[in-house]
């Protein structure tokens, strides 16, 4: 069974400085240690092996705009999730919510809220329940 879901994620953004300074302070926290960014990119691969490792990269689009779209980051523990809430808090991290046990979304979601600098929507979460009985 296949257990590696997603490969990459190519996300726009409307001031590249603004989004290399925050990113490269968020992504490396995140586990995204591998920093392969060029003039036009931003690119932070996350710690492997010998195989291709997921990335997240981001370039500029002067006409982009944010919308209800999330992309929402895995955390192991609670502590974990309050810990890089504390990092988005310090690096400027736009509309921080929580971090907060979310009932609504499933039993023992704990997760935190916010926004890149151009408004994109992001989440730090953690699961302590499997959304499906087995």
Same mark, same amino acid.
């Given at each position: 069974m296949k257990t590696r879901c997603f490969d990459h994620i190519d996300l726009r953004v409307k001031n590249m400085a603004a989004a290399r300074?925050?990113? @490269?302070?968020?992504?490396? $926290?995140? &586990?995204f240690i591998g920093?392969?960014?060029? +003039?036009?990119? @931003?690119?932070?691969?996350? $710690?492997? &092996?010998?195989?291709?490792?997921?990335?997240? +990269?981001?370039?500029?689009d002067r006409r982009h705009q944010p919308n209800g779209t999330?992309?929402?980051?895995?955390a192991e523990t609670r502590e974990e999730?309050?810990?890089?809430?504390?990092?988005?808090?310090?690096?400027?991290?736009?509309?921080?919510?929580?971090?907060?046990?979310?009932r609504a979304y499933s039993r023992g979601y704990y997760a935190c809220f916010f926004e890149d600098p151009d408004g994109?929507?992001?989440?730090?979460c953690c699961r302590e329940s499997p959304l499906i009985a087995g």
């Open positions: 300074k925050f990113y @490269g302070k968020l992504l490396p $926290a995140l &586990g920093d392969r960014s060029s +003039g036009r990119w @931003g690119i932070f691969y996350a $710690a492997g &092996g010998d195989k291709p490792e997921a990335f997240f +990269g981001f370039t500029q999330r992309i929402a980051f895995w999730v309050d810990q890089l809430a504390r990092l988005v808090r310090k690096i400027c991290g736009r509309n921080l919510e929580g971090p907060e046990l979310c994109n929507k992001l989440e730090i």
